[in-house]
């Protein structure tokens, strides 16, 4: 499954490049995301629990940051086992560039899955795929564009 996108976050460059790299932000970010620890450095290390159709399984893997090009870019990979639900394993290419109103953050993710989850359909697999990508995103510019705390 692959997926392009893009969106506008009110924020300038250098803040939304420090949110990309936070565990928090991603945490924050990553839907059904339990837990997540480690750094950008040396990766992260992630449960996340999620119900595909039928399967509810919890997903335990590692998160790493490759191609980086600070400021402006990098690879975010992730790969997870799910016990007898199967596996999940995936990235996004991210990109950062200017724009009037903030920065643009634009995006290619790919996603592959096997084991039992696999089996319920690509139909099905690619329209959660799509919605855990959308959330994402849609988690993480709330949560760079939220207000800082008092």
Known sequence: MELTGNRLIAADRATVW?????????????PGCT???????????????????PVKATFRGKVTLS???????????????GGV???????????LAEAEGGTELIY???AHVGGKIAQLGA???DGFARKMADQFFERFQAAVEAPPAA
């Open 18 to 30: 420090a949110h990309l790299n936070s565990a928090d932000t991603l945490r924050a970010a990553i």
């Open 67 to 81: 191609d980086i090009v600070a400021g402006e870019s990098y690879t975010i990979s992730g790969e997870g086992s």
């Open 85 to 95: 639900a199967g596996f999940a394993r995936g990235g996004a290419a991210v990109r």
């Open 123 to 125: 139909r099905l697999i």
């Open 108 to 110: 290619d993710v790919q």
């Open 35 to 53: 837990e997540l620890t480690g750094s950008p450095e040396d990766g992260f290390e992630a449960v996340v629990v999620q119900r595909i159709g």
